[in-house]
């Protein structure tokens, strides 16, 4: 592995700067994750419940990130990103707060869950688009993306496992309460980072007419109707599976919460092996096909885990899964980084985040609710069935999303022209931001 191509974006100062802060705050922040899971768990003993958890949690991504897209290509990403993490830091105190003094109930958890995911809905989004400006070369944005991955899945590795040693050792409370110190280093790290300014070319419009530009310019181009569509079934039918883990460690693998933080450590193991695998790869040529792969390497996975009840077959089969979860994830992400209009790229991102977190939410209660008829090891079977179907008919779309896609990797300058991909075949194919 050509270690150089692997760490070209930390070339860029900001870029650095970014990667170090995000790295630390984001362990604390899977580490909270998880002590909600198992507080949770611990006060309702229910898998309803957990479904409900989660739901709270992610439901703002449903309806508001595409506003929070028109927003982020108006206003300051690099302010709005200070604001937000300064936001989450101060739920993760109060958490802490209320667990140490031992008053912290359900329906607490539920509002402060609530609370982090709408501040989480402009940030994530936010966040997506402001890679672009930390990497000022579009050659490195990929590679960018791909260790902001492997970041973010380095930090579900780490995380979980210390999140289980620390609930062994200590309590919940102490888990916030890192998480929360963790967010200073992502502040000084921001605070640190200096960009020029940003032109914002859609500040004039009105707030629908933004949205409705978004939609018609994402869902007008097939292959980013076809990228997002399929994100959003995984994420809606597959991803559920984490609420219901507790359950797995509680009923099937008879464990605690050292189970747990290792169950969820290797996914994220998975998660952090495609991550570099992705950023070790030159080009952009060939995701596509990954993208429609690894959506049936996850059903499969999940299918498999639903089974098992050994731990170190379920450690290995949570690993198969979490690498191709990811695969998917940030194969996805980087296509539409490379190929959307810079005016746009915050709304763009905005479906990408509603797609991959915001079908989560009705995802995690529609797990619940089934794990309370058919039980935890039948839901995660259905939602793996699923996922395999999905990816099953998409590959019967991939051959003519290439035609498409091809025109716009030769404008941008990634392909060399050809007869297939001559200035002819791009018409209607192409964005009409790149026309």
């Known amino acids: 592995m050509n270690l150089k191509l692997l760490l070209r974006a930390f070339a860029h100062p900001n870029f650095r700067l970014f990667f170090a802060g995000q790295s630390l705050s984001l362990i604390g922040t899977w580490m909270q994750q998880l002590a909600v899971a198992w507080l949770v768990f611990l006060l309702t003993q229910s ?22 897209g028109v ?60 890679l672009a400006e930390v990497v000022e070369s579009r050659e490195d944005l990929a590679n960018a993306i791909a260790l902001n991955s492997s970041m973010v899945h380095s930090a579900r590795l780490v995380g979980p496992a210390l999140a289980g040693w620390l609930l062994a050792q200590t309590s919940v409370g102490v888990c916030f309460l890192v998480n929360g110190l963790s967010y200073l280093a992502v502040l000084a790290a921001l605070l640190a980072i200096k960009v020029p300014p940003r032109r914002r070319e859609v500040s004039g419009t009105q707030l629908v007419q933004g949205l409705r530009e978004g939609f018609v310019y994402a869902f007008g181009f097939a292959p980013i109707r ?126 990408y985040t509603m797609a991959f977190l915001g079908m989560a939410p009705l995802g995690s209660l529609l797990a619940g609710s089934l794990a309370e008829g058919i039980g935890a090891p039948n839901t995660v079977q259905l939602a793996g069935a699923c996922c ?18 091809r025109p716009s990797y030769v404008h941008i300058g990634l392909l060399p022209e050809t007869a297939s991909g001559s200035q002819t075949a791009m018409g209607p194919t192409v964005p009409p931001e790149k026309r």
Do not use: C
């Open 47 to 68: 898998g309803f419940w957990l479904g409900v958890a989660g739901f709270f949690g992610q439901i703002p991504n449903l309806f508001l990130t595409p506003l929070a």
């Open 71 to 130: 927003l982020v290509d108006r206003w300051n990403r690099h302010r709005l990103l200070l604001l937000t993490q300064s936001l989450a830091m101060a739920q993760a105190f109060l958490l802490a707060v209320l667990a140490l003094s031992g008053v912290i109930a359900v329906w607490q958890i539920l509002l402060l869950s609530l609370f982090l995911g709408l501040v989480n809905v402009f940030d994530m989004t936010a966040r997506q688009a402001f």
């Open 226 to 351: 076809a990228l997002v569509l399929l994100l959003a079934l995984v994420s809606l039918l597959g991803t559920s599976y984490r609420v219901l883990l507790p359950v797995f460690v509680s009923e099937v693998l008879h464990g605690g919460a050292d189970t747990l933080g290792l169950l969820t450590a290797a996914a994220g193991l998975g998660s952090l092996a495609a991550a570099v695998w992705l950023a070790s790869r030159k080009g952009l040529p060939g995701l596509g096909k990954w993208t429609v792969l690894a959506p049936g390497v996850f059903g499969l996975g999940l299918v498999a885990f639903s089974f098992s009840e050994v731990l170190w077959l379920s450690v290995l089969l949570l690993l198969v899964a979490g690498f191709a979860m990811t695969v998917q994830a940030a194969a996805s992400n980087t296509v539409l980084q490379t190929i959307v209009a810079e005016d746009k790229r915050g709304r763009v991102m905005s479906l």
């Open 388 to 405: 395999i179907g999905g990816s099953l008919v998409f590959a019967a779309w991939l051959p003519h999303l290439r035609k498409l896609l």
